[in-house]
């Protein structure tokens, strides 16, 4: 009889599916390049399959809590073993996720997927993000996790694939055509617009964070000025610069 102590092992199935796992800071464009790659024929995508895990340690009054926890398992193995290495019918499986969604989450099964790191700019995100949540602090840039992913693949002697969004917004055609480089598969330019609307895999918590994406039908241009970081939120700014910095020098162009 199985021990139910015993750690989890997490196999990658031979099914030949490229897993890519995208980890991003919150207010960056990731539902837009979730939507990117969802044009794509040979790709299915999947919307943040930690959330709900992550809510079980942060009460902070995250909108749609509710409707979150009803929608996803909150157990972290069981996400890994029946969505991020569970059957997939396309030969390509995008995940959409935040980097502080990584809190107890077992990080073995990433050495089965390709791990992109997606950054922006702290000050622009900070500024946005501070709207939701007044009180924001470090954990939840997803900053420290993106670094730590940055060590461990660079310990391993691999080769950081770090997208900054101001680089993707200017010149997406360049940055994801490197991205299928890197990870071995072909560049589609479909993956350049996609239709305004609401998405049939996004998340429960839609309602309340993509009513901006949802007007979309490409990526755009560059964004301008965003507002000023609030007082109480500069101390988190400070912490937050040089994190982006080290992983920003790996950001590809």
């Known amino acids: 009889m199985p021990d139910p102590a015993a750690e989890p092992s997490f196999s ?40 709900a895990h992550y ?3 942060d009460d902070r009054g995250h909108p749609g809590v509710e409707a979150t926890l009803a929608s996803q398992s909150t157990d972290a193995n069981e996400v890994i073993r029946d969505v991020i290495l ?7 499986f995008y995940i959409k996720n935040m980097a502080h969604h990584l809190k107890g989450v077992d990080r073995r ?11 922006r700019h702290p000050e622009a995100m900070l500024a946005s993000l501070s709207i939701q949540l007044p009180n924001c602090d470090l954990s939840d840039t997803g900053l420290e996790q993106s670094v730590e992913l940055l060590h461990a ?15 993707l917004l200017a010149n997406p055609a360049s940055v994801l055509g490197q991205v299928c480089d890197h990870v071995g598969i072909g560049f589609d330019p479909a993956v350049l617009s996609w ?14 964070w993509y009513a901006n994406v949802h007007t979309s ?24 610069l040089p994190l982006y910095e080290e992983l920003n020098a790996y950001a590809i162009s």
């Open 153 to 167: 693949i660079l310990a391993e002697g691999g080769r950081p694939l770090v997208i900054d969004s101001q680089a």
């Open 109 to 119: 099964h990433l050495a089965h997927t390709e791990n992109i790191l997606l950054v």
């Open 195 to 208: 239709e305004a609307g609401p998405k049939p895999e996004d998340g429960a918590w839609a309602p309340y």
């Open 217 to 240: 039908t490409g990526f755009g241009p560059p964004a301008g000025p965003s507002r000023e970081v609030p007082e109480a939120t500069k101390p988190v700014l400070e912490q937050a």
């Open 12 to 51: 990658a199935p031979d099914d030949g599916v490229v897993r890519i796992q995208c980890w991003s800071g919150p207010r960056n464009i990731s539902t837009a390049l979730m939507y990117s790659w969802r044009q794509r024929a040979d790709t299915s995508v999947y919307d943040e399959p930690f959330y």
């Open 55 to 57: 809510l079980t340690f």
């Open 86 to 92: 569970g059957p997939c019918d396309t030969p390509v």
